[in-house]
Nanobody, 125 residues
Framework: QVQLVESGGGLVQPGGSLRLSCAAS????????IGWFRQAPGKEREGVSC???????YYRDSVKGRFTISRDNAKNTVYLQMNSLKPEDTAVYYC???????????????????WGQGTQVTISS
């Protein structure tokens, strides 16, 4: 059974940090690209970052220099380290997986096969 389980969300003040985790099971994790997406209330889901099966990474412009994605294939886990958080980062964050047939990953949600249930991130003073 395929599972993606996000954790690490919470409430932090602007300027703070959080580390999200995405624990995967039930598929050949090493061969999959993993993406992080987010959806704020009243807004469409947007791609935040992804890491390919060959460790290439992508970040949307608004998080470059603040977020870092990494993966630990031994633990079947992907991390999203989020620093210098802003109120506009508030959203439900989802991780998703897609077979890594391409060298690089993209954060087009329609391509992703498996999804987690999401974790809430709230940035507020």
């Amino acid at each position: 059974q395929v599972q993606l389980v996000e954790s690490g969300g919470g409430l932090v003040q602007p300027g703070g940090s959080l580390r999200l985790s995405c624990a995967a099971s039930g598929f050949a994790f090493d061969n999959y690209h993993i993406g992080w997406f987010r959806q704020a209330p009243g807004k469409e889901r947007e791609g935040v970052s992804c890491i390919s099966s060959s460790w290439n990474t992508y970040y949307r412009d608004s998080v470059k220099g603040r977020f870092t994605i990494s993966r630990d294939n031994a633990k079947n886990t992907v991390y999203l380290q989020m620093n210098s958080l802003k109120p506009e980062d508030t959203a439900v964050y989802y991780c998703a997986a897609v077979w890594g047939h391409a060298t690089r990953c993209v954060v087009s949600s329609s391509l992703y096969e498996y999804w987690g249930q999401g974790t809430q991130v709230t940035i507020s003073s």
